[in-house]
C-alpha cells in the first residue's frame, strides 16, 4: 500500500465477476495491490499475470504460484501471453497512469513538488526522456505536445517560450522548466496549468496514448467469450479513448452499419461509468479523476 495505494480496488475486481479456475491478467502491476486482491479471489487452478514495465514495480513481486510477473510494457500483452501458453484469458485488469511511488520519488522527474531531473521515463530504459522533449523537440512539435496531451489552450506561447529559454543553456530540472513558464502560471491556477504541462510531457514520452490504443484493440482477441475488461482511467484523453472503444470498437468515427442499420462491436459495456467514494478520496487524494469502466466480450 506504501508504494501504490490502489484505486477503486473492490469496484474494479468485482467487475471481473471472477472464476476461481480462470486466467487473469493485471496489465498495470505497480505495488500488487488489485493483482492481491485477484489472487484473494482465484482458486487453486486459477492463474494471474502481471505486467509492469517500471523495475521499481519488480521489487513487490508476489509469492504465489499461481502468480507470473512480466517485465514488459502491456502494448505487448498479446505477445507475452502466447510465450507462457495462453491466447486467451477471463480478465483484464487495467490501472492507467503513475503510480503513487512514481510520484513520490522525486528522482523520477513526474512530479511537480520536486525540483528534478526532467526524465519521466516509466521504463528506465527507454530512450526518451523528458529533457529531450523539452531540449530536442522543434516549436511546433513541442506546441503540439502540450496542446493534445495537456489540453493547455497556451500551448503555441509556452513552446516558443521553452525554445527562446533553451538558447541560453539546456532545461535541465523541473524547476528550471518552472521558472520559464511562470508567466502562464496564475496563482490560482497554477498547480492546476503546471499538472497539465507535466501529463503532456510525460505522455509523450510514454507513448501513453499509443499503447492504450495497441492494448485496447488487442482485448477482442485476449478476452474469452464472456471475458471482462476493467478500466480505471485518470484523465479525459484516455477515459474517451476507453468509452469509444467499448461503444464502438473505433476511436474515432462510427463502425459501419449493416443493410438493417445494425453494426458489431466486439464489447459490451457492463453497468455505468464509476467513481471513487468521497471515503477513499479523502483517504486517497489521487483517486479524485479516476473513472472506472467495464466491459465484457460479445
Known sequence: M??????????SVDGLA??????????TFGGGGHS???LNRLGEKGRLFGLDQDVD????????????????????IKRFLRF?????????????GVSSHQFDEADRGFSTRFDAELDMRMNQNDRLSAFAVVNKYDEESLSKVLFNYGELRNANAMAKKIVLARDEGKIKTSFQLKEILKQFLPKAKEHKILAQIFQAIRIEVNQEIDVLKEFLMQMPDVLNEKGRLSVISYHSLEDRLVKRF??????????????????EVPLKKVGKMMIPSKKEIKVN?????????????I
Open 57 to 76: 514495480a519488480q521489487a513487490n513481486k508476489i509469492e504465489d504460484e499461481r502468480f507470473v510477473l512480466i517485465p514488459e510494457n502491456f502494448r505487448y
Open 246 to 263: 467499448i461503444r464502438n470498437g473505433l476511436f474515432e468515427g462510427e463502425p459501419e452499419k449493416d443493410f438493417y442499420g445494425n453494426f
Open 84 to 96: 507462457y501458453g495462453v491466447s486467451k484469458v477471463d480478465g483484464v485488469l487495467a490501472d492507467l
Open 36 to 38: 492481491r486482491e485477484i
Open 2 to 11: 506504501e508504494y501504490h495505494n490502489p484505486v477503486l480496488l473492490h469496484e
Open 18 to 27: 471472477i472464476k476461481p479456475e480462470g486466467v487473469y491478467v493485471d496489465v
Open 285 to 297: 487524494n489521487r483517486a479524485r479523476s479516476a473513472k472506472l469502466r467495464i466491459a465484457t466480450k
